[in-house]
């Protein structure tokens, strides 16, 4: 195998131009981000020195993303797509620019610092199944995989330094600074989606349903199309079941004594792992079986994680965090790959928004699971015990979802229909009616 192939395929940068002004901005901003979220615990921690205000801070982020997303998603079934992406994302400059202007100008108390994150959550919830819909719109089938596993190393880098960046720009120029920072990133995000075509929802299908109807619509395509749905689950299982991020300072007090030195090391080395991966991710990008790739990536996530918290070695704990981390990026790379091949583009929005709740809400339940079984029994048995059940999840549903091992990704040009191949479509599948030959 050429060292080309085993290298992170960079064609689509080579190939699009509009997709490679638009992953630009979107990394640039990425970082910009990040470190805000550094500012945001920086400041109201500040204001209040309570662990219960800064943990707000999570859930002023998540929950317009749980409440909204599928809503959004519907809506951006039914709109040109670039510019409902373009206003979402000037939301979100707007917020970070109020965020600023409250840094530098007197801070507002801690719920109304909270709001504004509340309220750009409001403008992700809608912009981020947006963005989903583009790889598959600006890139042919063969380089989609790709794709994704360049947006994929730019979430990891930003998440690698992105916060390391916040903690110095703070430490620099206040959060004030650090959030009108972020508010300039927004500008290349912007700058790279004004290069995007107009893109409506497919002409050729019904546009969505407005309302709960399209979201029923969206929720009964996903129960209906196996690979999706089983795309979905395999998610659900390597998150819900064994998320280990609120026992990391349990461990880090278990293995190196509680050093704050020492606590970043863990999510450090997650990160790093999905770096790797990513860098070297024409090793699974190129295959013609992501299921089968995303499969063995979750199972992958689910035994590293049996290994780090059965190791009694600090630092061989924290080598299968990375590789972790590493299973953890191939595993999201190869479902994205299987749920765009799989869903219509009328649906790009809807099954963009739900992959956006799963990601969300999955790791934060996780890490409850997490925090409840170790109060009641150790941080060992919730590591061990949450990689066991994510394996044998991940195995159930493999054996319940042979699409997902055996069936190939389309050849570019061609879709599957997802409706079940034994029953004519119905009212509910009218978005992909017109994909049967």
């Keep these: 195998m050429g060292l080309e192939r085993v290298l992170l395929d960079v064609t689509p940068l080579r190939s699009s131009p509009v997709f490679r002004r638009l992953w630009l901005g979107q ?5 910009g981000g990040q470190m805000t979220v550094v500012a945001v615990m920086f ?6 020195g309570s662990t219960a205000w800064t943990g707000a801070v999570g859930l002023a982020q998540a929950v317009p993303l749980i409440g909204l997303g599928l809503f959004a998603g519907a809506l951006v079934d039914r709109v040109d797509r670039r510019r409902f992406y373009l206003w979402t994302t000037a939301g979100q400059a707007v917020c970070a620019l109020l965020l600023a202007v409250q840094g530098f100008f007197g801070q507002l108390p801690p719920a109304g610092v909270l709001g ?3 309220l750009q959550s409001c403008f992700v919830a809608g912009g981020a199944p947006a963005s989903r819909t583009f790889v598959p719109q600006l890139l042919p089938e063969p380089q989609r995989a790709a794709g994704l596993a360049l947006r994929r190393i730019a979430f990891q880098a930003a998440m690698l330094a992105g916060p390391a960046l916040g903690g110095l ?5 206040g959060v004030g600074g650090c959030y009108l920072i972020d508010s300039v990133t927004f500008l290349a995000a912007l700058f790279g989606a004004f290069g995007l075509p107009p893109m409506s929802p497919d002409g050729d299908a019904e546009p969505a349903r407005p309302g709960l109807r399209g979201v029923g619509d969206g929720l009964a395509f996903l129960v209906r199309t196996p690979v999706v749905r089983g795309a979905l689950l395999t998610d659900l299982a390597a998150t819900v079941l064994s998320m280990p991020i609120s026992l990391f300072p349990l461990v ?3 293995r190196f004594d509680g050093d704050p030195r020492t606590l970043g090391l863990f999510l450090a080395a997650i990160a790093a792992g999905g770096v790797a991966a990513s860098l070297f991710s024409g090793t699974f990008t190129r295959s013609p079986r992501p299921g089968l790739i995303m499969l063995v990536g979750s199972a992958g996530w689910g035994a590293a994680l049996i290994l780090f918290g059965l190791s009694t070695e600090p630092w061989l704990g924290l080598a299968f965090l990375v590789v972790a981390g590493a299973a953890d990026t191939v595993s999201v790379v190869a479902r994205g790959t299987v749920v765009q091949a799989h869903t219509p583009p009328a649906l790009l929005g809807r099954v963009g928004a739900a992959e956006q709740i799963v990601g969300r809400a999955g790791p934060d339940l996780g890490n409850v699971r997490g925090g409840l079984v170790a109060s009641a029994t150790t941080g060992t048995t919730a590591l061990v015990s949450g990689g066991l059940l994510c394996v044998l999840a991940v195995v159930a549903v493999g054996a319940a979802t042979a699409e997902l091992r055996r069936t190939p990704a389309p050849p570019d040009g061609g879709r599957p229909c997802p409706c079940d191949q034994d029953v004519a479509c119905d009212a509910i599948d009218k978005e992909c009616a017109h994909l049967r030959t």
């Excluded at 990394?27 to 970082?31: D, K, V, Y």
């Excluded at 400041?43 to 209040?48: A, G, L, P, R, S």
């Excluded at 720009?169 to 120029?173: H, I, R």
């Design 27 to 31: 990394t640039l901003s990425g970082f």
């Design 43 to 48: 400041q109201i921690w500040e204001m209040t």
């Design 116 to 118: 504004l994150v509340a």
């Design 169 to 173: 720009l703070v430490g620099g120029v």
């Design 252 to 254: 880090n007090a278990e």
